[in-house]
């Protein structure tokens, strides 16, 4: 970790700025019929923020990249690497060497409206580390309902289930009731920072 240690009031008071940065800046999405109007903005805008916040909790041997990132090799695009500290793209790409990549990080701002989406991801993953055992996998979702009103929708502990137990998801805020889930930006990131850094 870098040399000054964060406490648990700090990582709170950062999860907090975190969703409040992005709550204050996306789009409210619209369905136009086919899709989502401003859905890869706010994605992008999420995984942006996320990144900012991110590296200055890193150990010095890894940083992060993205959005829009690849591993050289395989043909999905990812929103966040961890990658070791010298590691460069390929020339013209944002593609990096397998053997720099110690994380893909999964950054949504609302969760997933697709049932499919956890099994999807969940075998997107499973194929990431059945390719490349230096490379862990784990998912981040800004604010999404905990307990759901109706039944049907998909939601954060649909996800947290299918991931499970191999792989870590976390959520900073419940959307219905509009709070914050305690502890969740430093479980990410201790999560995050010493499995990144144990192979860097």
Known sequence: MNSVETSSEDFENEQAEIVNIIKSKEQRSEYDGTKFKWNKFNEDLACRV????????????????????????????????????????????????????????????????????PPKLLSEFEDIRKRYRNVNCTSLTI???????????????????????????????????????????KQFVSHVTENGARQA
Request: net charge negative.
């Open 50 to 117: 996320v990144k900012e916040f991110l590296k200055k909790h890193l150990p010095k041997q890894v940083k992060v990249v993205g959005p829009n990132a690849y591993i050289e090799g395989y043909p999905n695009e990812f929103d966040l690497l961890l990658v070791t500290e010298n590691a460069i793209p390929a020339a013209f790409t944002n593609a990096y060497r397998n053997t720099d990549v110690r994380f893909v990080i999964e950054v949504k701002s609302h969760g997933y409206t697709d049932q499919e989406r």
């Open 143 to 185: 604010s999404e309902t905990l307990e759901p009103k109706r039944d049907g929708s998909s939601y954060f502990r649909d996800l947290k289930d299918a991931l499970g137990p191999r792989y870590e998801a976390f959520c900073l805020a419940d959307s219905r009731i509009q709070e914050l889930i305690p502890g969740q930006w």
